[in-house]
């Protein structure tokens, strides 16, 4: 993207010596910062002119303007003006669609960040399709009731390790002398090291040290959400922008449990492949699929986690304002070998030097004029105020973290329970005390779980991810387009600076997406009263059981889907002050692995012990309580700015 400018179209803009020249200057931040000033400026003249018209024909000036005059500047589509007098995000316009993917800016650096977040769901959701077996295996003697509990504590290692190190990995982002691209590429590195480690581990111990290394490693959502909103600044486009997060998690949830499901125990799994005397087994099968059942699905994880750190460290662009256009010596070595590259196709001749024309030396001359002017600048944006540290905590960030920390909590212990839930061997009259001692009795006191094999508890995780990407990509944007249509407000509150815009779609639609999970909660263990095919101990299998776990599964990803865009909206806007943005995401997402820690811990040992009672929906009922608890708090808070807090010297 180039801007042409005239020296004499912008008032008190620098005197160029070349006069009559325009300036070309690339797409320079200083340049467009001072644009949209001048835009901006200019706006509010005509907006003063108009303010005056209407009072010499009898309107109300400024603040006092008539419900009728606000309505007509909302269905104009002008932009509200927040408190601080910068531009809020635009109301919705009648007459215009919604957002297109396709218009999104900066695709290739959104491309290259869902690729690096598309990697981690697929490693962490792989495993969910064999962990109760992984366990089993390592000691066979142990009940099922004992195993959840084991896999409480092993999903949770993870998000505990990433709770204790997520603000550091935030504040380290925030640093000029770090940035946000480092932070990602050590927290992919992490990921990559801990899923080898993870698949080769022959016992409980050693699974959690790997699991734990590799959270303690990763702060990449918090990253990636932070340079999400860095590259993606008018707000109009954010609400496309950070569905990417969520639509990328479900197609790794998709493909994760598959992965998983089908790589698992490949000598039996693939017998003619890797088993005794087959292609590549030789007399004896693979001996290292053999010690390690596990570890195949966990290296093809591990080259996709190769695949985004190469990706990462070659082709993304830093988005740290203190560190933008600086040397990056990842992108630096890319176009070093495809320099070196074209060199070796099209030969050292096909570089010649020529004489530049006149005007091309005057182009050299000014772009050079304006680079010494954005580095001296950036100089000068190195020494910008700096928020501390405990005044982030404004009433609405801690609000809002509560909020997410009990959806990310009440999200975390239903996805670990859904998985035990379905390994659960299922209740069998002359085997009652394989998972549980009483007789099954209506409505509550029942037991026992689905039964499912591995590959199909793959199978049947992934229909979470098929059925997000398909609401994301067809239900969620028109759903926000048609509310936001009809039900826009503004919102004034007298005795306070400006004007705040609210959009009502948004907090209606996240509120109500929150009550469906209780919904869904309550009616989940009753999949093992549906009627089967076939009798235990065989796995549960015909059409109602599918019917109901595909139409469960409906409500829960439903509801996640209208409520996770959002909350990650109002975590980025949140923030009191762009210094902190990076902090603030740590934070969000430190309260998240801490909320994901307790969750599967607690809930996951409330599923064994009420599977032990015979009441294999204690989990899940109570787990209704906590969601209930995230819907009330959700009327505490409010969207933000994310620049409530001025600091001495800024405008």
């Known amino acids: 993207m180039?801007?042409?400018?005239?020296?004499?179209?912008?008032?008190?803009?620098?005197?160029?010596?070349?006069?009559?020249?325009?300036?070309?200057?690339?797409?320079?931040?200083?340049?467009?910062?001072?644009?949209?000033?001048?835009?901006?400026?200019?706006?509010?003249?005509?907006?003063?002119?108009?303010?005056?018209?209407?009072?010499?024909?009898?309107?109300?000036?400024?603040?006092?303007?008539?419900?009728?005059?606000?309505?007509?500047?909302?269905?104009?589509?002008?932009?509200?003006?927040?408190?601080?007098?910068?531009?809020?995000?635009?109301?919705?316009?009648?007459?215009?669609?919604?957002?297109?993917?396709?218009?999104?800016?900066?695709?290739?650096?959104?491309?290259?960040?869902?690729?690096?977040?598309?990697?981690?769901?697929?490693?962490?959701?792989?495993?969910?399709?064999?962990?109760?077996?992984?366990?089993?295996?390592?000691?066979?003697?142990?009940?099922?009731?004992?195993?959840?509990?084991?896999?409480?504590?092993?999903?949770?290692?993870?998000?505990?390790?990433?709770?204790?190190?997520?603000?550091?990995?935030?504040?380290?982002?925030?640093?000029?002398?770090?940035?946000?691209?480092?932070?990602?590429?050590?927290?992919?590195?992490?990921?990559?090291?801990?899923?080898?480690?993870?698949?080769?581990?022959?016992?409980?111990?050693?699974?959690?040290?790997?699991?734990?290394?590799?959270?303690?490693?990763?702060?990449?959502?918090?990253?990636?959400?932070?340079?999400?909103?860095?590259?993606?600044?008018?707000?109009?486009?954010?609400?496309?922008?950070?569905?990417?997060?969520?639509v990328t998690f479900n197609v790794g949830v998709l493909v994760g449990p598959l992965l998983g499901g089908w790589l698992q125990d490949p000598i039996h799994t693939f017998p003619k492949v890797f088993g005794p005397a087959s292609v590549l087994g030789g007399k004896n099968g693979v001996k290292w699929m053999t010690q390690f059942p596990y570890a195949l699905p966990n290296l093809v994880s591990a080259l996709f986690l190769l695949s985004s750190i190469l990706l990462v460290v070659l082709c993304l662009e830093e988005t740290h304002v203190d560190r933008k256009g600086g040397l990056d010596y990842g992108i630096a070595l890319k176009e070093g070998l495809l320099r070196g590259l074209r060199q070796v196709i099209l030969g050292r001749r096909s570089y010649e030097y020529s004489k530049l024309h006149d005007d091309e030396e005057t182009s050299v001359e000014l772009e050079n004029r304006v680079g010494a002017t954005s580095r001296t600048t950036k100089v000068s944006a190195s020494q910008r105020p700096n928020l501390p540290y405990g005044q982030i905590f404004t009433r609405n960030v801690v609000c809002t973290f509560i909020v997410h920390g009990l959806l990310a909590g009440h999200l975390g212990a239903f996805h670990n329970m859904y998985f035990l839930f379905l390994s659960t061997p299922r209740y069998d009259r002359e085997h009652p005390s394989e998972v549980g001692r009483a007789p099954q009795t209506l409505p509550f006191h029942f037991t026992g779980g689905l039964g499912l094999c591995p590959s199909t508890i793959g199978f049947a995780l992934g229909i979470i991810g098929a059925i997000g990407v398909c609401m994301q990509f067809g239900v969620y944007t028109r759903v926000t387009h048609s509310l936001g249509i009809i039900k826009t407000v503004r919102v004034c509150y007298s005795g306070y600076r400006g004007e705040r815009g609210v959009m009502l779609t948004e907090s209606l639609q996240y509120r109500y997406a929150l009550l469906l999970f209780p919904l869904a909660y309550t009616a989940i263990p009753f999949l093992v009263m549906l009627p089967t095919k076939h009798a235990p101990p065989h796995a549960a299998d015909g059409p109602w059981v599918w019917i109901g776990i595909s139409s469960l599964l409906f409500v829960v990803v439903a509801g996640r889907t209208f409520s996770l865009p959002i909350t990650q909206i109002l975590v980025n806007n949140c923030s009191p002050h762009p210094s902190v943005l990076s902090s603030v995401h740590g934070l969000g997402q430190s309260v998240s692995a801490g909320a994901r820690t307790l969750g599967p811990v607690v809930w996951s040992t409330l599923y064994g012990f009420g599977l032990h009672q015979g009441y294999v929906g204690v989990g899940f009922w109570s787990l209704c309580l906590e969601s209930i608890l995230a819907f009330g708090a959700s009327w505490l808070v409010y969207e933000g700015n994310g620049h409530e807090i001025r600091l001495p010297g800024e405008t």
């Open 2 to 246: 180039s801007l042409r400018l005239q020296a004499s179209s912008l008032p008190n803009a620098p005197r160029i010596s070349n006069a009559g020249v325009e300036s070309r200057i690339s797409d320079d931040r200083d340049a467009l910062i001072y644009l949209s000033g001048v835009q901006g400026s200019l706006q509010d003249s005509r907006r003063r002119e108009s303010k005056v018209d209407d009072n010499d024909s009898g309107q109300p000036v400024g603040g006092d303007a008539s419900p009728a005059h606000a309505d007509k500047e909302s269905t104009a589509g002008q932009s509200v003006r927040d408190d601080d007098g910068d531009r809020a995000s635009p109301l919705q316009n009648e007459g215009q669609g919604p957002i297109a993917w396709s218009s999104l800016p900066k695709k290739d650096q959104l491309f290259i960040l869902t690729l690096a977040r598309l990697a981690e769901p697929i490693v962490q959701t792989s495993l969910a399709s064999y962990m109760f077996f992984m366990l089993k295996s390592f000691d066979t003697t142990l009940p099922d009731s004992r195993i959840s509990s084991q896999a409480g504590l092993l999903a949770g290692s993870f998000t505990f390790a990433q709770c204790l190190t997520a603000v550091l990995w935030g504040r380290l982002a925030d640093k000029a002398w770090m940035g946000r691209k480092n932070v990602l590429i050590i927290g992919l590195i992490g990921t990559f090291v801990s899923s080898i480690g993870f698949g080769f581990s022959r016992n409980l111990s050693s699974a959690i040290f790997f699991r734990s290394l590799g959270g303690a490693l990763n702060g990449n959502v918090g990253v990636m959400r932070t340079m999400i909103s860095e590259l993606i600044v008018e707000k109009k486009y954010q609400t496309k922008a950070f569905l990417i997060m969520p």
